[in-house]
């Protein structure tokens, strides 16, 4: 990772860079085990299925913002799951999957070159190819400090984080939202893995608590891709400011961004349904506790991971030593160097693979 790739403009693919060992872990008498992506691979929930089917019949063009009962729905699941009242409609924007919204939105917000956006230290990479696809500067860190006298223009952050799984309390969000409303930033809270919290307790920048009961200057995301095993659909939402959501809208209606009517109506669905998730909660504790026992026997550290669907996992050796010591037992992984400088000596595990696949895991490190 790193090199700059044809176009110059965006390093590798980081996926592509451990084919190498992706082949080698094939060649397991078992088979591979997959744990390098975070993709679901339980059923999807029959309520988003059958909405989907039911709304199939759509011969006209959907909405940018996404339906007003849609939008109702995620200011109902916010306040039912996280009690955060008061949502509007207009604060609420359909995206098509998060990825999407976050690689597209320093551009969209019109952010340039001269303009600085902060990200966090160990990190999801698009957030990343966001600033670069605009043509602005990423600074990555986890203090406000590093900024120094450099005004950014926005600033992500991410918890429950990918990769590191960590999870922070009301207070550390409180001087994130502080620091952006002084320098004039807008936040960007990546909380796709909100409802995917082990130890401690899941907290919003949409949590009056942490804003103050505003939400000028913040937006937060969320996906149903984790939740409620919905990936291929590519369904998620922006929540906050209502002038933010207005431009994102008024550039988005110019671009065609729009989240296909049937899939809203399975999200909709979705959103309506808690029982699903929680049975999926189930599923992932169960194989997190699986990994990590596994993991610790075979005399892995583990860091953080108090959240997300990953284990961030070390064995005190350079993260692509690891990737190829597992290779050589059938495992694949992401290896640390992926989310920035700060973790080449980690690798990290999903435990989004079946009941069986995470039992040959732990079966192969006894």
Same mark, same amino acid.
């Given at each position: 990772m790193g090199h700059a790739s044809v176009s110059g403009r965006f390093p590798d693919f980081p996926w592509d860079t451990i084919a190498e060992a992706k082949a080698r872990a094939a060649e397991h008498p078992g088979g591979l085990v997959d744990l390098s992506i975070g993709t679901p691979v339980d059923p999807?929930?029959?309520?988003?299925?059958q909405a989907l089917i039911a709304a199939a019949d759509s011969p006209g063009y959907p909405t940018v913002?996404?339906?007003?009962?849609?939008?109702?729905s995620v200011g109902d699941w916010l306040d039912r799951r996280f009690s955060i009242p008061g949502i509007g409609t207009d604060?609420?924007?359909a995206t098509i999957g998060s990825k999407e919204l976050i690689a597209n939105l320093c551009v969209q917000l019109g952010l340039?070159?001269?303009d600085v956006v902060g990200l966090p230290e160990t990190a999801y990479p698009t957030y990343a190819v966001s600033a #670069?696809?605009?043509? #602005?500067?990423?600074? #990555?860190t986890d203090s406000r400090v590093a900024f120094g006298p450099q005004r950014p223009k926005l600033v992500f952050i991410n918890f429950p984080a990918n990769p590191h799984g960590r999870v922070v309390g009301r207070e550390h969000l409180k001087a994130w939202v502080d620091y952006c409303r002084e320098s004039g930033a807008l936040l960007v809270s990546d909380e796709c893995y909100l409802e995917f919290v082990w130890e401690g307790e899941p907290v919003s920048v949409l949590d009056p608590e942490v804003n103050g009961g505003s939400l000028d200057g913040i937006i937060a995301l969320h996906?149903?891709?984790?939740?409620?095993?919905?990936a291929g659909y590519r369904d998620a939402?922006?929540?906050?400011?209502?002038?933010?959501i207005a431009e994102l809208l008024a550039v988005r209606k110019h671009l065609g961004f729009m989240l296909p009517t049937p899939v809203a109506a399975a999200m909709q669905a979705a959103l309506g349904?808690? #029982?699903?998730?929680?049975?999926?909660?189930e599923r992932y504790a169960r194989r997190r506790a699986t990994l990590r026992t596994a993991l610790e026997g075979a005399g892995f550290r583990i860091d953080h991971s108090q959240g997300s669907l990953y284990l961030w996992a070390t064995r005190d050796e350079p993260c692509r030593e690891t990737v190829q010591w597992l290779a050589e037992r059938g495992i694949l992984v992401a290896p640390g160097d992926f989310y920035g400088a700060t973790g080449t000596r980690h690798v990290r595990f999903a435990f989004t693979a079946t009941d069986e696949r995470i039992a040959a895991v732990a079966e192969r490190l006894a």
């Open positions: 999807t929930p029959e309520v988003a299925r913002l996404g339906p007003e009962s849609l939008r109702r604060e609420v924007l340039g070159s001269g #670069a696809y605009a043509g #602005a500067t990423a600074i #990555a996906s149903l891709s984790k939740r409620s095993n919905m939402f922006v929540v906050g400011d209502r002038t933010v349904d808690d #029982a699903h998730v929680d049975e999926q909660r």
